[in-house]
Structures are given as structure tokens and as C-alpha cells.
């Protein structure tokens, strides 16, 4: 346990806040601790009766790279992370599943930022209405599960919660 | 891709710094991203000949919440990927690895860190001198590594990072 002394927001934005927390350890010494808000994020690997999966091909800036990734968004303030899911996967594939299930929950990067993720699986898909974001350019492809799940196996997944997503689901559905 | 049109870094700190992007996408428009930069991180699943896994209980600030973890830390400026692997396993866990082999590379949360994690499995562990830093306070123990595999499946893992090392192990492993 670690008690926090003192507290104070450096930068309020739209994704992200940053704090600065003066913490008390258990061993009398005192620390600083550098962390990152984030409301929490939802992603679903979103699997067609043919046994293809949903992934966005995306340039992500922060790491400077165009990543494959499955589709995820963040929660909006009070939504459940379930419905966040859905929600992301209309907009991004522009499909809405039949039967939705958790993979995990997890978060992404403890040491430095509250970032908490929920994985879905989703399956029993039919069409919605799409209507991407207009602020992220998407290029949304379809890939056979079982080739997904090599190249998680073969290091070609570079995006952290597509590689626990396809791994988890590789498990559950034995492939 | 983007183009990056302005940057400007409004935190620098000791482990993280943030950055405002300015950037122009394909489509025209025009976009503000947060950036997190964050040095990567190095982590170890070590094993020992007895099957055992090492894990280390912390609390952390970020997320409000003590978490099982395996060895890990950040790289030091200069750092080989496996060298901070190795270095983290001394002071956390107080052994050394005979065999040490990569199992993922994958970026942590590509929509706002610049956060790679590189994992590694080791084992053939001998003892070595233990340092633990002062500024965390880690609670090291042995789980037989089945017993640890079947907790990431259950969704008992809250750390990313080990869950991903144990279910790449089990998939190597055959657990």
C-alpha cells in the first residue's frame, strides 16, 4: 500500500490526464509517482460465421507505426464497457454481434498509467450502419482467425490487447 | 500516416513525458494527439527447474491496486531490451537466468504511449545478489507456473503484461 501525501492534475485533455502524486511507502521513504488517467477502453475480436476476424490497419502516432489492431475505442463517461465495444464495432467494421462474451480484463501498462481494457469476443455478426469518426483514418480488413492467430504466435502482432484478444480466443476455441 | 504539422512537450518527468501533436491526416483534416513517451520496458517470465514461476506483488499507484506481476522495469537510456530484462530479474527477483529467449515485442497502449514491452522467458536460474530499489516496495514469491497459467485463463491476472508471458509460455510449454 502506498499513501498519497499529495496530489495535483498537470494536464487535463481530451484522452488523458496527467497527475503527479507524492506517495508515503510502507519502509518510511517517500516517492513520486508519475501517472496517466485514462477513462478505460474496450476491444472486441469480432469473428464472422465463415471464421475470418475483424482488424483495423491504423497509423497510430504515438508509436509512429500503422498497426493492425482489432477494433477498440474508449468509454464514454457512465458507459458500460460491453455496450463501448459494440459501439466501436459499428463504427469501425459496421457490424453488430449476436452473442458478445469477456476475454479479459486487464490493464495495459500499471506502472504508469490507470488504463484498464476489456476484451470481448463476439460472434452471430449482421450489418449496421457505419459511421466512422472522423478524426482517425481506418482501413478496415478481414483475416481468417486461424492465419491471425500464427502471426500473433510468430511476433507479427504488435499491438498489445489484438495479441491477448487472439491468443485468449486461440485457447478457448482450440486453435 | 500523418504528418505531424506542430509538437510541443508540456511535461517532462522521470519516467514519462507528454507531447501535443498537431497532425494532418490523409483525409484533410486536421487532428490533436496526446502523446505519452515512455523509454519501453523489459519482462521476465522466469522459471525455475522445479517449474516454478517468480512473480512480484506491488502496489501501484496508477491503478489503486496491489497486482501479481512478473520482473520487469524500464530500460535505461542505452539499454539492450534483454540486458533490462536480466538486470530486473537480479533486483527483483535475486537470480540469474543460463537461457534467456524472447517470447513478444508489442506496444502497451498505441493510442496515446510510445510504451514497447519486450518479454522474455528464462530459465536455468541460479541465485546471484539481490538489490531492490528503494523507491518500490515488491513482495517476491514461487507459483508453480500450471498453477499461474490457469489464472491468466480465469481472468485472475490484472497485469497485461503477465498475462500475455503466461499464455505465450503455456502455448511453448504445451501447459
Known sequence: MEKTLASKIIYQGKIISVRLDDVLLDN??????????????????????????????????AVGEELLEIPAGKLDPGEEPVACAIRELAEEAGVKPGKISPLAEYFSSPGFA??????????????TAVQQPEDEILHVCLLPLRDAVKMARQGKIGDGKTLLALLLAADILKL
Open 114 to 127: 490507470s488504463e484498464r481494457l476489456y476484451l470481448y469476443l463476439a460472434t452471430e455478426l449482421e450489418p
Open 28 to 61: 518510511g521513504k517517500q516517492a513520486r509517482r508519475e501517472v496517466v488517467e485514462h477513462p478505460g477502453a474496450a476491444a472486441v475480436l469480432a469473428v464472422t460465421d465463415q471464421g475470418e476476424a475483424y482488424f483495423v490497419r491504423q497509423y497510430r502516432q
